[in-house]
């Protein structure tokens, strides 16, 4: 583990159910309150690094292990009122447009609500970096899932986000 870094609790899953469907506020602790769910990552990548407060181009980051889509679900350890979503995505190496959405389920994971479908277009060296500040109205969410498809047009790309900040 890098130096810093937090413990958290996490699973590595080859297929995590995919649901296709101000930041005056303190910020959660969501290692301190889930458990994250992740498709794939890489070792020199893991998923505790979009908590570890760095934002920003060049900061640490999650990277995928494997190309393709990828999800990272967040399971609360009790139900969250979640009213603000912040992301930071670098991606410096490869021209591509990426997918990404995010849903939320208040029923234990059995259900979900699409909230958000956004596509990025990196084009590095020129657009690189994507920051996104999302007000939700998410009350008693159980789960919040992040699909993420690297390349909308099937190249081979790896999935990455550098900070989730959850409110």
Not at 25 to 45: F, Q
Not at 145 to 150: D, E, M, N, S
Request: glycine content about 6%; cysteine-free.
């Amino acid at each position: 583990m890098q130096s810093g870094s937090r413990d958290i609790r996490k699973r590595i899953v080859q297929n995590a159910y995919s649901p296709r469907l101000d930041m005056g506020i303190s910020a959660l602790d969501v290692p301190a309150i889930a458990t994250v769910i992740v498709t794939s990552e890489k070792p020199t990548h893991p998923i505790e690094l979009i908590f570890d407060g760095k934002r920003g181009p060049g900061a640490s980051r999650w990277r995928a292990a494997t190309p393709g889509q990828q999800s990272l679900i967040l399971d609360f350890d009790k139900p969250q009122a979640l009213r603000q979503l912040v992301l930071d995505i670098e991606e410096s190496e490869v021209s591509r447009t990426q997918i990404l959405w995010v849903s939320v389920s208040s029923d234990g994971g059995r259900n979900y609500r699409e909230l958000i479908r956004q596509e990025y277009n990196f084009s590095p060296p020129g657009t690189t970096y994507e920051y996104e500040a999302w007000t939700i109205d998410a009350p008693h969410t159980t789960h919040l899932a992040i699909t993420v498809v690297p390349d909308k047009n099937g190249q081979p790309a790896y999935a990455s986000v550098t900070s989730l900040i959850l409110t």
